[in-house]
């Protein structure tokens, strides 16, 4: 007696013999076509999850290299931070000491060895985020890589199903030689749809992951930019650092007779150039409110960059400001320029005093704005305007100085920059409340 498979399989070896005979004589190759693409589908998945595993390996050994780069340079910079709070310290104690030449230049070394210190810095990070950039860039590449195999595979997937789909499943039955192997010829096919639809998925996960790192990409550049910029302040700081240790050397010959006669000098001229500008300050308010009070009333007093750069080299009352010892807090900001540069008027206003003779005493330029406001700009090295004058924002009146013994530049000033200070009647504020 047959068993029911047994009786199956008779049946079905009777119906493919009379479907032969009848409608396959001329569609034989179309089967065998549809079944051997229902392989190749499967094979087509092997060597594309072969391949992608390879790729994968080869991928992450050297993400995993950048990584312990990156790792091994946070280290470094840790260890910098560390030397930058030792550099601190021992400014902190050198300001606290008596001011002498020893003391004063002991200071400067110390500011000079924290400057380098940021310039090791600096190029470290410069060093890192070029790895962390070049990580990124091998994401990218890698979801790019991605995105086209499973594209191509995808592509595969859908003209190898279509193809199967032209192919009935009465063909494809009579086609094997049991119902078994039928069976496991629909799961195939079941298969292969399901490896349609994952790889889907993994091609919208990898443009997501291609563009996020796509805006790392981004971000990192900006980055990389910025710090880039501030390598080059630091570079300029670090020459303003020496260049003030080499002005004292040479302005004292190691003497500290000669120092404290220089301390004497930067005092006095100090101390003048602010009791003149207090005392112009209402000179020159009662002068134009005779004058010209309606010009100065409906002028324009908010004010902008006297210069075109915005790097600020000391701050208002800057604890850190090397010569704070000498001529007291520093009243304004410096604002580092090269010498000679172009000046500008921040705001409307008339000019209540121009001091500059072409020596290289302290010079500067003041002018008077509506609403309380004056300005202030030392270590000028050269005056486009006189006093009396009425100036609008932006209007060219003078020249950057403040090099070593350079014209106007004044004792214990060094490095090229534009001291710039904000008086609000009368008053000296913080510039930086001001500024756009």
């Not at 908010?302 to 208002?316: C, D, E, H, Q, Y």
């Not at 000679?340 to 705001?347: D, E, H, K, R, V």
């Amino acid at each position: 007696m047959l068993s029911l498979i047994d009786e199956l399989n008779l049946f079905y070896r009777i119906l493919k013999k009379c479907y032969n005979e009848t409608m396959l004589i001329n569609n034989k190759k179309k089967i065998f076509i549809g079944t051997f693409f229902l392989g190749a589908i499967f094979l087509s998945i092997i060597k594309i999850n072969l391949a992608s595993g390879q790729e994968d390996e080869m991928f992450n050994q050297e993400i995993q290299q950048l990584n312990s780069q990156i790792q091994a340079q946070k280290q470094q910079l840790d260890a910098l931070a560390d030397r930058q709070k030792a550099y601190t310290q021992a400014i902190a104690a050198k300001q606290a000491e008596k001011n002498n030449l020893n003391s004063q230049l002991a200071l400067l070394e110390a500011r000079g060895n924290k400057a380098q210190l940021e310039i090791d810095q600096t190029n470290l990070e410069i060093s890192k985020s070029d790895l962390e950039a070049k990580k990124i860039a091998m994401d990218i590449m890698d979801a790019n890589n991605r995105i086209d195999q499973q594209k191509e595979h995808i592509a595969k997937l859908l003209r190898l199903v279509y193809k199967q789909d032209q192919i009935s499943t009465l063909e494809i039955l009579l086609l094997n030689d049991s119902i078994s192997e039928f069976l496991n010829q629909a799961k195939y096919l079941e298969n292969a749809n399901e490896e349609l639809k994952n790889s889907l998925a993994e091609l919208q996960n990898d443009k997501e992951r291609l563009e996020k790192a796509q805006i790392e990409s981004r971000e990192k550049g900006v980055e990389l930019a910025k710090l880039k910029k501030d390598l080059e302040e630091k570079k300029a700081q670090l020459n303003y650092e020496e260049s003030e240790k080499n002005y004292l050397l040479e302005e004292t010959r190691s003497s500290e007779k000669a120092y404290q006669e220089l301390l004497q000098r930067a005092k006095k001229e100090a101390s003048q150039a602010a009791a003149e500008i207090a005392g112009l300050e209402n000179t020159i308010r009662d002068k134009m409110a005779q004058k010209d009070k309606d010009r100065l009333a409906n002028s324009d007093s908010t004010l902008s960059w006297p210069v075109p750069g915005r790097t600020i080299t000391a701050t208002f009352h800057d604890p850190d400001y090397p010569f704070r010892r000498i001529i007291g807090e520093h009243s304004g900001v410096d604002i580092r320029s090269k010498q000679g540069s172009p000046l500008y008027a921040a705001a409307d206003g008339y000019v209540a005093r121009v001091k500059f003779n072409g020596s290289t005493a302290y010079a500067y330029i003041m002018i008077v704005h509506n609403d309380g406001i004056s300005t202030v700009y030392g270590h000028v090295s050269g005056a486009n305007v006189a006093a009396d004058q009425y100036v609008s924002k932006g209007q060219l009146i003078g020249k950057t100085g403040g090099g070593t013994g350079m014209p106007g530049s004044g004792p214990f000033s060094t490095g090229a920059h534009l001291h710039f200070e904000v008086r609000k009647n009368g008053l000296p504020v913080n510039p930086l409340e001001y500024l756009p």
